[in-house]
């Protein structure tokens, strides 16, 4: 087990450490996602959709705080950090107010009486998303997953463990349950084992 470091480009100056989860800890953040998914595909769109609304309000309630991580961890200038953080809070917003219709059953012509595609969740997704956004990659990934009934678990890039912790806090903050959205700290070494 080992320790992640965020260090900020501009100085290199260490900003905090991060111990590693060791494979019980893995273990223990799948159990919590792969014991939460039914309910939470079961919960309903529109449970999901108040939800993610909740999530677009904490990003711009806390917006300048969640910027100012990004330009820390990876030097992101701060204009753009506000940008990235905005994008992402819109982004919730609009979901939630489009995901019931984009999420509805499709008719399609055959043969049968009655034919349609179907949307329906897979179960628990694992994100490993790269440094460069750290908050919209996460979120482009995170927003319309959970939205559409999924359960997601997030390896970030090992440099931006801050953000990552952020946006997991984001979704506690804004009422998820314990489980559906959760930052799993380590480095890519572990990425199998969370497979």
């Known amino acids: 087990m080992g320790t992640l470091r965020s260090i900020d ?13 060791d494979a019980a800890g893995i273990e223990a953040a799948i159990a919590r996602a792969w014991g939460s998914r039914h309910s939470w595909r079961d919960i309903g769109v529109d449970m999901r959709a108040t939800l993610l609304r909740s999530v677009a309000g904490v990003l711009r309630t806390d917006k300048a705080r969640y910027a100012a991580m990004a330009t820390a961890e990876m030097g992101k200038p701060i204009i ?17 107010d489009n995901a019931a219709r984009l999420l509805a059953d499709e008719p399609m012509e055959s043969t049968a009486t ?15 998303m790269p440094w460069n ?9 995170a ?9 997601g678990l997030l390896k970030h890039a090992s440099n931006v463990p801050g953000c990552a ?5 984001v979704f506690r903050d ?6 559906l959205f959760a930052t ?7 990425v199998a084992l969370l497979i």
């Open 9 to 21: 480009p501009a100085s290199g100056r260490e900003l905090a450490q991060f111990p590693e989860l």
């Open 80 to 96: 753009e950090a506000e940008g990235e953080v905005e994008k992402c809070a819109w982004t919730a917003a609009w979901l939630a």
């Open 114 to 128: 009655r034919s349609y595609v179907r949307f329906q969740p897979l179960g628990v997704i694992l994100a490993v």
């Open 133 to 141: 956004f750290p908050f919209w990659q996460v979120f482009r990934f």
């Open 143 to 151: 927003a319309p997953s959970l939205m559409a009934g999924n359960v």
């Open 165 to 169: 912790l952020a946006i997991e806090s």
């Open 174 to 179: 804004a009422g998820f349950p314990r489980g």
């Open 184 to 190: 799993v700290l380590v480095g890519s070494s572990a």
